[in-house]
């Protein structure tokens, strides 16, 4: 199994990062929250996690072990797929997560794109012992901020490639959206918002 890649980070997508490894571009799936924190040709390190099926190999980075042993728990539920587990470390952090199964928080699951009523309360279910208790409030990527949302998602989307002038207009679309939110803004979620409305004016 790869641990973890380490190295410059040779390209960007919105749903994915190449990392130079010994002269070799790895690519990983990361989720939006992983990706804010990526910049071109900056040194990086991503804890990874390889799924293997009959027709492909795909590696899925993360910025900490928290967030991949999250990952691979989440898979043991019946139904839960790497993309579903990504999609829900796209919308709450491991310990959002974490707090929502030890407290049957129905609400926080359904919020994630592809869990229904039906869906939350299954995993509510088989997951109760698996993911433990949350670790309390953390800070850095996939953790949500109370300050600076805007600088930092206008630093991921340049980090993506956008222009200046792409960053600055997808900052103020998004910011109904951050200001509307229960509690503090993520940034991963507000940078899938801002990929959408780019996409749309293009």
């Known amino acids: 199994m790869i641990a973890f890649v380490s190295g410059p980070v040779a390209a960007l997508a919105p ?10 571009g790895i690519a990983v ?16 390190k991503l804890a990874t996690s390889l799924v ?22 989440l ?15 796209a919308t709450h952090s491991p310990d959002a997560l974490r707090r929502a ?4 928080d129905e609400k926080t699951l359904t919020a994630v794109p592809g869990i229904g009523k039906r869906g939350a309360q299954k995993l509510l279910l088989e997951l ?7 670790l309390g409030t953390r800070t850095g990527i996939g953790a949500p901020v109370s300050t600076g949302w805007r ?6 989307l340049i980090g993506l490639g956008y222009a200046t002038r792409e960053a600055d207009e997808a900052v103020s679309a998004v910011a109904p959206q951050a200001e509307a939110a229960e509690g503090t803004p993520q940034v991963g979620q507000l940078l ?7 996409n749309r004016a293009r």
């Open 15 to 24: 749903d994915s990062a190449v990392v130079e490894v010994g002269g070799i």
């Open 192 to 198: 899938k918002a801002a990929l959408q409305t780019l």
């Open 101 to 104: 199964i030890a407290t049957g």
């Open 29 to 44: 799936q990361c989720s939006p929250n992983t990706l804010s924190g990526l910049r071109m040709g900056q040194q990086t």
């Open 151 to 156: 600088d930092q998602l206008h630093a991921a």
């Open 75 to 89: 898979q043991t539920a019946s139904g839960v797929g790497p993309r579903l587990a990504q999609a829900m470390l």
């Open 128 to 134: 109760k012992d698996r993911l433990g208790e949350p």
């Open 52 to 73: 293997v099926r009959e027709d492909s190999l795909t590696l899925y980075g993360f910025a900490d072990d928290d967030e991949r042993g999250t990952f691979e728990l």
